[in-house]
């Protein structure tokens, strides 16, 4: 057996005894199971039964089933510690308990998360319990436990940048922070300039994190609509996310990692014709003989960068795709025609798979 290529190092065969001690595990974990089961369904909701489905999940936390169970139980316990008659969200004996449920939970999942970093139903439920406070405990507290999970995703994202279910609970829980901050009354609720320069950091830490660079285009509209962005400013803005991500492309331009080169394609899309300003553009209203000088320059960059790197198919995609753009614009070839011939040819060679796409791609710039 092998994975990606690799074979498998064959362990030591397992003894008699150790397969009499897995068989036996094998058993209390089904008994375990059939008593969650049958007590639930009886609605026995007690908290002998919660550390029941605190073992199941410890020992398998994608038995989402469990998850639910688990839901089940402590929607019960606040239901008894806050009757259904009170509406008093500030009632300290009765929220203090529910917040002790919620606060319990959130640690018990602590060490689940560092064991299954990508299991899905970890970080649900860990949402739910979040959801579950800002239902039943008050806007200061609420916001309190949601700093703290900013807190512990930064962590988690320190040891694993690339994580991609902790970059997507990272958005959720600075959504939730500012609009609490709304609701609270607070006058600077935005997060975003303090995401964006938390996007560099983790950029800088690792010019790999497609993540990093995905949640970095994903702010720049709404950074600079919270900037008041005038043209010149939005100008120099683009031009310095250009340098960065040139900078990272030439330090190894024949990388096999394509965040860098998604990050500048998203760049360049700012250079496209289009009937009417794109919404998200950085630049919604440049002119098409600035497109044009933009272009340019990026094409000049590039092959430079080939010199050396001729084994880089991005280098020859971008060089197709920017002359495509280019020739949309004013109806001329930035470059000659046996350069597009060679660089499909190129395509062709280095990316044999994609056969047809570059076949296409040649009907395109030569229809005739």
Not at 164 to 178: C, D, P
Not at 232 to 249: C, Y
């Amino acid at each position: 057996m092998s994975s990606h290529g690799v074979p498998r190092a064959s362990g030591p065969k397992p003894t008699a005894q150790g397969r009499e001690k897995e068989l036996q595990r094998i058993q209390e974990y089904r008994s375990l199971v059939a008593t969650v089961n049958r007590e639930i369904h009886q609605r026995y909701y007690t908290k002998e039964l919660l550390g029941m489905t605190t073992r199941l999940l410890e020992l398998n936390p994608e038995y989402y089933t469990i998850w639910n169970y688990r839901r089940l139980l402590l929607r019960s316990f606040f239901e008894g510690a806050i009757p259904s008659t009170s509406n008093n969200k500030n009632d300290s004996t009765e929220h203090g308990t529910v917040q002790q449920y919620i606060t319990d939970d959130l640690a018990f999942l602590l060490p689940l998360l560092r064991k299954f970093p990508k299991c899905y139903w970890i970080w649900n439920y860990r949402l739910w319990l979040l959801a579950e406070a800002a239902r039943l405990l008050p806007s200061p507290v609420v916001y309190q436990l949601w700093q703290k999970e900013l807190g512990l995703v930064g962590k988690m994202l320190t040891l694993d940048s690339r994580n991609f279910h902790g970059w997507g609970y990272r958005r959720q829980v600075v959504s939730a922070l500012e609009e609490l901050s709304v609701a609270m009354g607070s006058a600077s609720a935005s997060m975003t300039e303090h995401e964006f320069v938390y996007t560099t950091k983790m950029i800088e830490s690792n010019l790999s994190n497609f993540s990093a660079w995905h949640r970095r285009s994903k702010l720049i509209p709404r950074l600079l609509s919270e900037r008041n962005a005038s043209h010149a400013e939005r100008r120099e803005f683009l031009e310095k996310e250009l340098e960065l991500v040139q900078r990272a492309l030439w330090a190894d331009p024949d990388s096999k990692d394509q965040s860098l080169w998604f990050y500048h394609q998203y760049l360049i899309s700012n250079f496209k014709p289009s009937c009417s300003p794109q919404a998200d553009a950085i630049i919604p209203d440049l002119p098409d003989a600035d497109k044009l000088a933009y272009l340019q320059a990026q094409i000049e960059d590039l092959l430079e960068m080939l010199d050396g790197a001729e084994t880089c198919k991005w280098i020859y995609q971008r060089l197709l795709e920017l002359s495509l753009m280019s020739k949309s614009l004013n109806d001329q070839w930035p470059v000659a025609s046996s350069d597009l011939e060679i660089w499909i040819n190129k395509l062709l060679e280095l990316d044999p798979l994609r056969k047809g796409r570059w076949e296409d791609l040649r009907k395109q710039i030569f229809p005739w």
